[in-house]
């Protein structure tokens, strides 16, 4: 096997003979041998989601040999306590099935050790383990800390971890920091964050992970725009009416009543999720497909986003919150009813909001962005609607409401991509019905990844991990891309705080619907409506 190394990554121009973690390997890109320390080894992101990412990563032959992740918490156990806990995770949740030959390899680069921040050895154990590692796996000094722990300990962590010389990247080595979201609270709050972890990390160092931007159908639509000639030309306000974006959740807020007191869906989804996708939507076309020059594009379009005033916040965003209701035949409570919540809360479970974009390519069309809980499915999904036909030959053939034009009464152009959970994308035009008459009907026209390309698609963990370890920075969102977004939804926050909602105002939808009645009359306003997903 001849390696070249590229970026922090090896390329591999003949696959291992005799470790199973390199089976079905073919000529492409791996890491560097590297150790991910992850802190808050114990908790349920690190269970349900990162051990069976990096398990499928290493099933797939995706990591170098000596590979390592290193289990970092504040509960006492023993390194083999944690291998077992670590199978059963994988076991449960991962999306490749639990091959005894391949955890035996994986498992051996398993290590745990707890730290307290507080102790000034804290991190003792850290270290130790580290120089182990290198020495015995050959790992060489390269480091990914994943931040699996509260935001309050992001800044004190990243401090910690630059007072001991972990942070630091010499002779050619590389450390790099995972935070996961939530970056910040407000405006204020994420600069005053960047700043503390910049004491630490240089912006190259921190990647800010937010696993929608891993899936499948989010990268694909960036394929979509730019590598196909017939749909860019169509990508402005010439031919798009609006666009709908949403994040539909069925569930409630799962036993995180007191998380959500705090956060809200506005910060839990808006800001991160969906101001990311509308960034994707709605950027120019990069020069090329570097990190940097697609980060800038997007930085772009979210400075382009108007702000909405504190006063017009009510004209130009809807509140709500569920109550008691049915959802697939199971009764479920209301959120003042959840545990962890006031019972006289006017948090927000539901969030629907107008955006104005002032550019040329988007002026005078709407993005319209909603997100809900306990609402009828799970589904994530973008909507492009294109503007209807500007004149009908058609008239006398189409069956026309009282006081519509034949223009109006087809259908107009749809194009849907769907996030999650059937991820895939759907072009709805009119055809004509079978038959002596010239009849029209709208159809679909379906791409379903799963059928197309007949391969399960990767979980977004595991695109994003490896993307880190290989030192990609593409999918993760920059220091000013963090900040535009909150500059947007602190202005709204700051406008519901002059407007506050009465509590016997919520809740206003019953969950298992749509969301309250107000979202629909906030469409209707503009002659538009909501899509039934």
């Known amino acids: 096997m001849t390696e070249t190394e590229v970026k922090g990554a090896v390329t591999l121009e003949a696959p291992a003979q005799s470790n199973p973690l390199s089976e079905g390997l073919r000529q492409g890109r791996v890491p560097l041998p590297c150790v991910v320390v992850i802190f808050g080894a114990t908790g349920d992101l690190t269970k349900r989601k990162l051990m069976p990412a990096l398990y499928a990563l290493a099933a797939d032959g995706q990591l170098p040999p000596g590979f390592s992740i290193l289990g970092a918490g504040r509960t006492e156990q023993s390194t083999d306590e944690f291998r077992e806990l670590m199978r059963e995770s994988v076991k449960k949740y991962g999306r490749v099935a639990l091959r005894d030959d391949v955890w035996s390899v994986f498992a051996d680069g398993l290590r745990y050790c707890s730290f307290d ?120 306000r010439q031919y798009i009416d609006h666009v ?66 504190p006063d017009d916040a009510p004209l130009h965003t809807v509140r709500g919150q569920y109550g008691p209701g049915w959802i697939d035949g199971e009764r479920e409570v209301g959120y003042r009813e959840e545990e962890g919540v006031r019972k006289d809360s006017v948090r927000e479970s539901f969030v629907a909001v107008k955006v104005e974009i002032d550019n040329w390519r988007w002026a005078g069309t709407p993005f319209y962005l909603r997100t809900g809980k306990r609402l009828p499915k799970r589904a994530t999904e973008i909507a492009i609607q294109f503007r209807r036909v500007p004149h009908s030959p058609f008239g006398g053939n189409v ?118 009645q107000s979202a629909r009359d906030f469409m209707a306003r503009d002659g538009r409506q909501w899509r039934r997903l």
């Open 117 to 236: 921040l507080d102790a000034d050895d804290g991190l003792k154990a850290i270290r130790d383990t580290l120089e182990e590692l290198d020495r015995e796996r050959g790992t060489a000094g390269n480091r990914i800390f994943y931040f699996s722990v509260p935001p309050s300990a992001f800044a004190p962590l990243a401090e910690r971890l630059g007072a001991e010389g972990l942070s630091a990247q010499e002779g050619g080595n590389f450390a790099r920091m995972v935070v996961e979201k939530p970056f910040g609270h407000n405006l204020e709050s994420a600069r005053e964050l960047n700043g503390k972890l910049h004491v630490a990390f240089t912006e190259e160092q921190i990647y800010r992970i937010d696993h929608y931007l891993g899936k499948e159908t989010v990268q694909n639509l960036l394929v979509f725009r730019f590598a196909n000639g017939i749909f860019e030309p169509l990508w402005s």
């Open 244 to 309: 709908q974006i949403t994040v539909a959740e069925n569930i409630g807020v799962e036993g995180r009543g007191g998380y959500y007191e705090e956060s809200g869906a506005l910060r839990d989804i808006i800001q991160n999720h969906v101001m990311q996708l509308m960034a994707i939507v709605g950027m120019e076309a990069p020069s090329n497909f570097r990190a940097e020059t697609v980060r800038d594009e997007k930085v772009k379009l979210l400075r382009a986003v108007r702000p909405i005033h």
């Open 399 to 516: 069956a026309m409401p009282s006081g519509l034009l034949p223009s109006d009464s087809i259908d107009p152009n749809l194009l849907v991509l769907r996030i999650q959970p059937d991820e895939g994308i759907t072009l709805r035009f009119s055809a004509k019905v079978p038959g002596q008459s010239m009849r029209i009907r709208t159809v679909n026209m379906d791409f379903l990844y799963d059928s197309a390309f007949l391969k399960e698609s990767p979980e977004a963990y595991e695109r994003l991990l490896l993307d880190c370890m290989l030192g990609d920075t593409t999918l993760f969102a920059r220091e000013d891309e963090v900040e535009e977004a909150w500059r947007f939804c602190t202005a709204i926050l700051d406008g519901w705080r002059a407007h506050p909602p009465k509590v016997d105002e919520f809740p206003n939808y019953e969950a298992g619907t749509w969301g309250p």
